[in-house]
C-alpha cells in the first residue's frame, strides 16, 4: 500500500500557486511505484498577470525532460488556456502541428517545451490533474482482462480508454470520456497508466493514492505467493557467490555491450529481481514487451535473459552464453530495426539495456552509472507490473511496431536531447592507485570533469572516500567509489578490481600513480629499503598493471595506462639509489606492456614528474628532510632550490601532472603509446636521450 507523504505544516507554509504544484509533484514522484522516472506529469490551472498586466487563465504543467521526484518551479511550463481550450473543437492534429502551436501558447518563451500530455491536462476542467504509472494500474491496464475488473474495483467511477500514444487523440478520448460518466473520478489507460484529479492540490494527491491503494488491494487479494511468476525454478546462489561471479562476467558483457559506444554496467540483486529471475515464467514473461511505453526508451522492448542453472556453477559456460546471447539479441535488434524503421530513423546500439540471470540477478547497462540505474529501477517496475498482471489474468504489451514507434518517437527522443553533451571521458571508467595524494587526487577530479567515472584506491581509505564523496556531490551520486589497497599485495589488488567491475563494469583507464621515496648514500642503503621501493614502485606497478591489462583484454575494447614515474627514471639522483632503480624500472615496464598491448588497443605511457611538494604524502614525510640534506639545504628552501633549477624557473603542481594524464588517456593521444612525457619545467640532466 501507499502512504500518504503529504504533510499539512510543510504544505500550509507554501507560497501556493506552482509551490503547491512542485510540492505535490515531488511527492508523487519520490515512490517509484507511483511514477516512473522521467514519466508522469502534473499540472494546475490558475491566474496569472500577462506581460501587459491583465488576468488571464494560466495552466502550469511538467516540461519535457524533467522527473517529478526533482522538478523545480522552473520545470514547468506555464500556457494560456485560452489559446489552447478551442483545439477541442478538431477532429486531428499531428504531433508537429501540437508542438508548434503549444509553443506560441506559452507564456514565457524561455519555458521548457511542455510535456507530451499536456493537451490531456488542459482539456479536462478540473484544477489540478494528475497523469502517473503506478504500478497496481499498470496491472489493471496490461492484464488481458482489466477492463472487466475495473469495474469489480471501482463500479461506474472510471473512464476506460483503449491503447493510444500520447498526443491529441489520446488528449480528446480522456476529455470526452470524462465528460460522458458524470460519476467519473479516474480514468485508466490501457497498457499505460493512470490520470485523477481535485479542486485542491492535496485533495488531487489523495485522490491518486487512494485509487492506487483500492487496486493494490485487489490485486494483492488475488496474489498467491508461492506461484507468483509460476513458482521458483532455481534458488539464488549465496550473496558472495554471486558478487564473485558478477565480477567475472561483467568486464565481458561490458566489452560485448560497447560495440561502438561504451557503456557503464550496475547490477541488481535485490529480492523482488531475484525471485523474478528464478522463476519458472521468467524467460516467456520477459519476452513478452515492455509493460509501459514510458520504459522503452531505456529497457528496449525485451530484455536479454539468459538461460543458465545456476545449480550447476559454471561460470565459463555462463561466459559463453553471454557471449552469444548478447550477439543474438544484437542480431535480432537490427532485424527489429529494419522491419519497423521509419523514414530518417538512425539506430541507436543495438546491445540489451536490461540482461537477467537466474541465480545472480540483473545487469543494466548506460552510457553512465547514472542511466544504467535508471533501466534498472524502471525493470523493477516491469517486475512489478507482471506479478500483479499474471496475479489477475495475462500480461499483454503492446505490438512490435508499436514498441517500435514508441521507441523511436521523435516526441519521445526529444527528452534525450536535453542531457548534457558527452565529454571526452565519457562512459569511460579510470582506476587511480594513491588516489587520496596530491597527483592521485587531482588526477581523480582532472578526469572526472571530463565525464569519467573513477575507482579511486589507496591504503588511506578515509581520504579515498572523501575524494569520492567530492566528486559524488559535484557530479552526481555513482561517480566515484573508493577502495583500500595495498599495491604490493596481490590479492588485494584482484579485490580493488573486482570492486571496479561490479561497481561499473570494467576499466578503461589505468593511473598508476600510488608510491614512495626515501633517500640514503648507496653504501648507507639498507636490503629493508632497496626491497620496500622495489615492492611498491616495481612489483606494485606490475601488479596494478598487470590485472588492468587482463580486465581490458577481456573487455576488447582497448585502454589506456598512465604510469606516473619520475625525473628519477632517466636521471640518477643523488642518495637516491633505490627509488631512481625502481622508478626506471617502472619507465621500462611500461614499454614493455605497450609493446604487449598494442595489438589490443591497450596504449600505455609515462609521465616523468619532478618535485611535487603540494599535497603529497611523500613530500611531507623523511623525504623532504632527506632530500634537502642531499643537497645541503633547510627544508623549507627545498621549493625554491627546485624552481631555480628549472630552465623555465616553475614550480610544479599535481594539477599540471593530472593535466598530462588527461592528455594521455584522452583522443589527443590516440597514436602515442610507450611515451615518456617530462613534466618538470625543463631540467636539463633529465633531457630524455
Known amino acids: ?99 508548434a502551436y503549444l509553443s506560441h501558447c506559452m507564456i514565457d518563451s524561455k519555458h521548457p517545451r511542455a510535456s507530451i500530455e499536456t493537451l490531456l491536462h488542459a482539456f479536462l476542467p478540473f484544477k489540478h490533474v494528475d497523469h502517473t504509472h503506478p504500478d497496481s494500474i499498470i496491472s489493471l491496464c496490461c492484464a488481458d482482462n482489466g477492463k472487466e475488473l475495473a469495474k469489480e474495483i471501482f463500479g ?211 552510457k553512465s552509472k547514472a542511466m544504467a540505474n535508471v533501466s534498472g529501477a524502471l525493470y523493477h517496475r516491469a517486475i512489478a507490473v507482471m506479478r500483479g498482471a499474471t496475479a489477475l489474468g495475462n500480461f499483454v504489451s503492446l505490438s512490435e511496431n508499436e514498441s517500435y514507434n514508441v521507441e523511436y518517437w521523435p516526441l519521445e527522443l526529444y527528452k534525450l536531447t536535453l542531457a548534457p553533451a558527452e565529454a571526452e571521458f565519457s562512459r569511460q571508467v579510470a582506476f587511480v592507485t594513491g588516489g587520496a595524494g596530491g597527483i592521485g587526487s587531482e588526477t581523480c577530479r582532472r578526469l572526472a570533469s571530463e565525464g569519467a567515472h573513477v575507482v579511486i584506491a589507496d591504503l588511506n581509505l578515509e581520504g579515498a572516500r572523501k575524494v569520492a564523496a567530492e566528486l559524488n556531490e559535484k557530479y552526481g551520486e555513482g561517480r566515484a567509489i573508493a577502495v ?18 561490479l561497481a561499473f563494469g570494467g576499466v578503461d583507464i589505468l593511473v598508476n600513480n600510488a608510491g614512495l621515496a626515501t633517500s640514503s648514500p648507496f653504501e648507507e642503503t639498507s636490503l629493508k629499503e632497496w626491497n620496500l621501493n622495489m615492492n611498491v614502485l616495481g612489483t606494485g606497478y606490475f601488479l596494478v598493471a598487470r590485472e588492468a591489462f587482463k580486465m581490458m583484454k577481456e573487455q576488447s575494447i582497448g585502454g589506456n595506462m598512465v604510469f606516473i614515474g619520475s625525473k628519477n627514471s632517466v636521471y640518477a639522483g643523488k642518495n637516491a639509489t633505490a627509488y631512481s632503480a625502481a622508478k626506471a624500472l617502472e619507465a621500462h615496464l611500461a614499454r614493455c606492456i605497450a609493446a604487449e598491448g598494442g595489438a589490443l588497443g591497450i596504449r600505455v605511457n609515462t609521465i616523468l614528474p619532478d618535485a611535487i611538494l603540494q599535497g603529497s604524502a611523500i613530500w611531507n614525510s623523511s623525504w623532504r628532510n632527506e632530500r634537502a640534506a ?60
Not at 243 to 257: H, Q, Y
Not at 484 to 501: G, L, P, R
Not at 670 to 676: D, E, I, L, V
Open 1 to 99: 500500500m501507499i502512504s500518504s507523504l503529504w504533510n499539512k505544516e510543510k504544505a500550509a507554509q507554501l507560497k501556493g500557486g506552482l509551490d503547491e504544484l512542485v510540492y505535490r509533484s515531488n511527492l508523487l514522484g519520490a515512490d517509484r511505484r507511483v511514477c516512473n522516472w522521467g514519466g508522469g506529469n502534473t499540472s494546475m490551472k490558475t491566474t496569472e498577470k500577462d506581460f501587459r498586466g491583465r488576468d488571464v487563465e494560466v495552466m502550469w504543467v511538467k516540461g519535457s525532460g524533467s522527473d517529478l521526484a526533482t522538478m523545480k518551479a522552473g520545470n514547468f511550463t506555464g500556457l494560456r488556456l485560452e489559446d489552447i481550450l478551442p483545439l477541442m473543437e478538431r477532429d486531428d492534429m499531428s504531433d508537429e502541428e501540437m508542438v
Open 630 to 689: 642531499a643537497y645541503g639545504i633547510e627544508p623549507d628552501q627545498l621549493e625554491e632550490y627546485y624552481r631555480k633549477r628549472t630552465t623555465l624557473l616553475v614550480n610544479i603542481y599535481p594539477k599540471d601532472i593530472a593535466e598530462g594524464v588527461a592528455f594521455f588517456a584522452s583522443s589527443r593521444s590516440a597514436k602515442t603509446t610507450g611515451c615518456m612525457l617530462t613534466i618538470d619545467g625543463g631540467v636539463p640532466a633529465a633531457f630524455t636521450r
Open 156 to 366: 461506474d467511477r472510471f473512464v476506460w480508454v483503449p491503447y493510444v500514444r500520447p498526443g491529441f487523440k489520446l488528449s480528446k478520448m480522456i476529455a470526452e470520456g470524462v465528460r460522458n460518466n458524470p460519476k467519473a473520478e479516474l480514468v485508466l489507460m490501457e497498457k499505460h497508466g493512470l490520470v485523477t484529479w481535485g479542486e485542491t492540490s492535496e485533495e488531487a494527491y489523495n485522490k491518486t493514492l487512494a485509487v492506487i491503494n483500492e487496486a493494490t488491494q485487489f490485486i494483492e487479494s488475488r496474489v498467491n505467493e508461492e506461484k507468483v511468476f509460476g513458482g521458483a525454478r532455481y534458488a539464488s546462489l549465496p550473496q558472495e557467490e554471486r558478487r564473485s561471479v558478477l565480477a567475472e562476467v561483467m568486464p565481458l558483457i561490458r566489452g560485448a555491450v560497447s560495440e561502438g559506444k561504451r557503456m557503464i554496467l550496475s547490477y541488481d540483486d535485490a529480492d523482488d529481481v531475484l525471485q523474478f529471475v528464478n522463476s519458472r515464467d521468467a524467460e516467456s514473461l520477459s519476452q513478452v514487451g515492455a509493460a509501459c511505453p514510458d520504459h522503452l526508451v531505456h529497457t528496449k522492448m525485451v530484455p536479454l535473459f539468459v538461460d543458465w542453472n545456476p545449480e550447476s556453477k559454471d561460470v565459463a559456460a555462463l561466459k559463453e552464453q553471454l557471449k552469444s546471447g548478447i550477439a543474438a539479441f544484437k542480431k535480432e535488434y537490427e532485424a527489429y530495426f529494419e522491419r519497423n524503421k521509419n523514414e530518417g530513423d538512425v539506430m541507436f546500439e543495438a546491445a540489451p539495456r536490461v540482461i537477467l540471470i537466474p541465480g545472480i540477478g540483473m545487469v543494466n547497462t548506460g
Open 484 to 501: 583500500k589497497m595495498d599495491v604490493t599485495k596481490e590479492e588485494e589488488v584482484q579485490a580493488a578490481y573486482a570492486e571496479s567491475a
